[in-house]
């Protein structure tokens, strides 16, 4: 397990998939359910306004697409009893993914659910980048 610190937070897309979005705009688990880990990108040293923007610039033209961004802390994923992983990658050093343990990739729902819970959402349609941070 790596160490990071409590308020580290964490970021992952949200496609456009209604499974995902309730209609009153909160979050649902299956935004943090995936066979191969859930990959998410840290902060680190990068003000918000920058992760989002890339975020977007590196998903908006794919086949999944990108409909907005969740972020939860480090201490988030502690309470949800998840094991976070640095995992960079050759073209993406914040690269992360949680898990449900440091043996095992697959989040439980429960996991999941609390997770979609202490998230917070920004519907990439509502954000002015100018303004965050």
Known sequence: MDNF????????????????????????????????????????????????????????????????VVDVSYRNCLEADTTVLSLPEDDNNYHCEIHKSKDEVVLTPGQAKRLARACRYRDIEDVDLAKIE
Do not use: L, W
């Not at 995936?34 to 918000?48: H, Q, W, Y």
């Open 5 to 68: 610190d409590d308020e580290e937070k964490f970021y992952r897309k949200v496609p456009p998939n209604p499974n995902m979005i309730k209609q009153n705009g909160t979050i649902t688990s299956a935004a943090f359910k995936d066979s191969k880990g859930c990959s998410v990108d840290c902060k680190k040293d990068r003000d918000e306004s920058d992760v989002i923007r890339n975020f977007i610039c590196r998903f908006k033209d794919t086949a999944s697409g990108i409909k907005g």
